[in-house]
């Protein structure tokens, strides 16, 4: 009976270990031996060893795409966790009406195919017909101004409003997952904070936030992981001609392999795995250790002592 359970166990869980390693770990594999050869697509790939790694290093605008990536991960993530995270706050009170209607309009850009939402941002921003210019052009007339923005192509306008654009979109899926982490929080942690005489944002810094800090952590861990691998809002904001002031590094893997230099791609490739792992594994170490410290006291001590403190 063990014997058939255990077949039925491995059984159970083959399918799924196929598709990972057929579409995930075996590229991921392949993707790393190919950083060490030059292949054009056809023919033989010839060894490099770390040749692409070294042209990396002197290629012009791998620095400017890595620095963009870093920032807009920087920019993006941690504001739309913390703001859903107030909105969450909010609109799980009792006194807020409405609750579903909000969810969904909220959730709604989540699902929205970001094409649709790249090419709808460009109509916004265009700098001769685009709604936001069309708005402000009662003040450009008050401040004297002839040169209407080009909030696509100007300067550092066009990284400024991706990040802008993935902060709304990201908001709704955190607060999503806020609502149902603060549905599981005690509410005897409230009604005992209140006792102290803990006000209302001293309950939400002191109380909600710490409880739903392993939320906070997958939607940062989660958030980060996406954000390296941003590439569709750029390519469609920027219509296919993206300037280095918004180039990121899945951009330069889609040049590249345009262009047929695959094994280079693959080292940016490389490149991107390496920082995810590092942010990844440097924020569970984090929260690990914050779990670990205060693992020896209980959930009721530990908000009486945030709330007197």
Same mark, same amino acid.
């Given at each position: 009976m063990t #014997?058939?359970?255990?077949?039925?166990?491995?059984a159970y869980i083959a399918f799924p270990v196929a598709i990972l390693t057929v579409f995930s770990l075996a590229p991921t594999v392949l993707g790393f031996a190919l950083s060490f050869f030059q292949w054009d697509g056809g023919g033989a790939p010839v060894f490099v060893g770390l040749?692409?790694? $070294?042209?990396?290093?002197? !290629? /012009?605008?791998?620095?400017?795409?890595l620095i963009n990536t870093l920032v807009y991960v920087i920019a993006s993530v941690p504001p739309a966790?913390?703001?859903?995270?107030?909105?969450?706050?909010a609109v /799980?009170?009792?006194? *807020?009406?409405?609750?579903?209607?909000?969810?969904?309009?909220? *959730?709604?850009?989540? %699902?929205?195919?970001?094409?649709?939402?790249?090419?709808?941002?460009?109509?916004?921003? &265009?700098d001769q017909t685009g709604l936001l210019n069309w708005v402000l052009s009662p003040v450009y007339s008050i401040l004297? @101004?002839? !040169?209407?923005?080009?909030?696509?192509?100007?300067?550092?306008?066009?990284?400024?409003?991706? %990040?802008?654009?993935?902060?709304?979109?990201?908001?709704?899926f955190c607060l999503v997952l806020y609502l149902?982490?603060?549905?599981?929080? &005690?509410?005897?942690?409230?009604?005992? +904070?209140?006792? !102290?005489? +803990?006000?209302?944002?001293?309950? @939400?810094? /002191?109380?909600?936030?710490?409880?739903?800090?392993?939320?906070?952590? *997958?939607? %940062?861990?989660?958030?980060?992981?996406? +954000?390296? $691998?941003?590439? &569709? %809002?750029?390519?469609?904001?920027?219509g296919r001609q993206v300037g280095p002031n918004v180039s990121v590094l899945n951009y330069e893997i889609y040049n590249q *392999?345009?262009?047929? $230099?695959?094994g280079y791609a693959a080292a940016i490739g490389v490149v991107i795995f390496i920082?995810?792992? #590092?942010?990844?594994?440097?924020?569970?170490?984090?929260?690990?250790?914050?779990?670990?410290?205060g693992s020896t006291r209980t959930a009721a001590a530990k908000v009486v002592e945030r709330v007197h403190a």
């Open positions: #014997l058939r359970r255990s077949i039925n166990a491995y040749r692409n790694f $070294q042209a990396l290093l002197d !290629d /012009h605008r791998f620095g400017p795409a966790v913390l703001i859903a995270f107030l909105l969450a706050v /799980h009170a009792k006194w *807020f009406r409405g609750k579903a209607l909000v969810r969904t309009l909220l *959730f709604m850009p989540t %699902i929205v195919s970001i094409v649709a939402i790249g090419f709808v941002w460009r109509w916004v921003l &265009d004297g @101004v002839t !040169d209407r923005p080009d909030w696509l192509n100007e300067g550092r306008w066009p990284m400024v409003w991706v %990040i802008i654009i993935s902060v709304w979109r990201n908001i709704g149902a982490a603060l549905a599981s929080v &005690d509410d005897a942690l409230y009604e005992a +904070a209140e006792l !102290d005489g +803990a006000g209302r944002w001293s309950c @939400v810094r /002191h109380v909600t936030w710490p409880q739903v800090a392993p939320m906070t952590v *997958f939607l %940062i861990v989660t958030g980060v992981i996406s +954000a390296l $691998q941003v590439f &569709d %809002i750029v390519f469609v904001m920027s *392999f345009k262009g047929g $230099q695959l920082i995810t792992a #590092l942010a990844t594994a440097g924020q569970l170490g984090l929260s690990a250790r914050r779990q670990r410290a």
